[in-house]
């Protein structure tokens, strides 16, 4: 168990619907970051935030939105959905938005989309 | 974020060392290597990372060569459980830059 906790597990939804997916950091990680995986692609960095603020964006789509809040929780927003937002999307933290010797980043079991 | 370089397959038998290599020629100098793996679509379970030098903790050693261009992970016994994709990273951003990893099947 990282500590990571991620809700929900499994999630089913029709295309154009919009949905939100949540994350919870380890305690103490200030540092939230999410990633997607579907079948063709491996792991896609998405976004990451720090203490509420946004620190890296990768190749997440205008569709797509993220937020942290004061109390460090973190959810991502896909809206319009289509087919092909079809992944486990993952969310991990880390204390500082850095790197170093004790900034190791830890993830979570991950949220499971079916768009159909 | 510096490209890493990793077999696509490699197996193992079961007990037996497990050795991954990874090529990281363009690491910088302050950039770490890290180890992540995913066993069949569970959340990147970290696993160690090094600068420079040598590392060992309870799951595995890293082994760094000298001009930080290569490693090796090695798994000491490997068991069943060990089979899972690896991933060798290198940090020297915010973020983790996935590769394709290497997927690592221990047999019986």
């Known amino acids: 168990d990282s500590g990571v906790t991620q809700t929900p597990k499994h999630l089913i939804t029709a295309t154009g619907q919009r949905v939100t997916l949540r994350c919870s950091p380890r305690s103490g990680d200030l540092s939230v970051y999410w990633y997607q995986q579907s079948l063709d692609q491996g792991l896609q960095f998405l976004i990451q935030y720090y203490n509420g603020e946004e620190r890296a964006k990768g190749n997440i789509l205008e569709r797509f939105s993220a937020q942290q809040f004061p109390d460090l929780h973190s959810e991502l927003n896909l809206s319009s959905l289509e087919l092909g937002d079809s992944a486990l999307y993952f969310c991990?933290?880390?204390?500082?938005?850095?790197?170093?010797?004790?900034?190791?980043?830890?993830f979570g079991e991950g949220s499971w989309l079916t768009v159909v | 974020d510096a490209k890493t370089t990793q077999p696509t397959s490699m197996d193992c038998a079961e007990g037996r060392a497990a050795n991954l290599p990874c090529n990281h020629s363009?690491?910088?100098?302050?950039?770490?290597v890290y180890w992540y793996r995913q066993i069949h679509s569970q959340g990147p379970q970290y696993i160690i990372h090094g600068l420079k030098n040598n590392e060992t903790n309870e799951m595995a050693s890293l082994i760094i060569t000298e001009d930080r261009k290569s490693s090796t992970l090695i798994l000491p016994h490997a068991t069943l459980r060990d089979t899972a994709v690896y991933y060798c990273?290198?940090?020297?951003?915010?973020?983790?830059?996935f590769g394709q990893g290497t997927r690592l099947t221990i047999n019986p």
């Open positions: 991990a933290s880390s204390v500082d938005p850095g790197t170093g010797p004790g900034n190791t980043i830890y």
């Open positions: 363009t690491i910088s100098g302050n950039e770490y």
């Open positions: 990273i290198t940090q020297g951003a915010q973020k983790l830059v």
